[in-house]
Nanobody, 118 residues
């Protein structure tokens, strides 16, 4: 069983930045891959960014809508997955959820709300 707890959401103006964190109850290196999704009511859950061990280091992939603005990373010292979000747009408004694959199971956090509005 893995617990994932997100934090860092909030209200930000367009063009601003936020950094989301996801604290894992297990060694983050054993949870592979890990990712950030976002959910807007009435729409399908969308994969935002994913990070996984490519054998020679981490590999990251991003949704086209966030490329160049968002950066996913993980810290094995603190067992934390992060999402740095820059140049935020109103369309980035959503519940952001942390996701991880561990021992053939998939785990989700409870989500953190991000609202981009002036």
């Amino acid at each position: 069983q893995v617990q994932l707890v997100e934090s860092g959401g909030g209200l930000v103006q367009p063009g601003g930045s936020l950094r989301l964190s996801c604290a894992a109850s297990e060694s983050i290196l054993s949870i592979n891959p890990m990712g950030w999704y976002r959910q807007v009511p009435g729409k399908e859950r969308e994969l935002v960014a994913v990070i996984y061990d490519g054998g020679y280091g981490d590999i990251t992939n991003y949704a086209d809508s966030v490329k160049g603005r968002f950066t996913i990373s993980r810290d094995s010292a603190t067992n934390t997955l992060s999402l740095q979000m820059n140049t935020l747009k109103p369309e980035d408004t959503a519940i952001y959820l942390c996701n991880g694959h561990y021992s053939n199971d998939v785990y989700w956090g409870q989500g953190t709300r991000v609202t981009v509005s002036s």
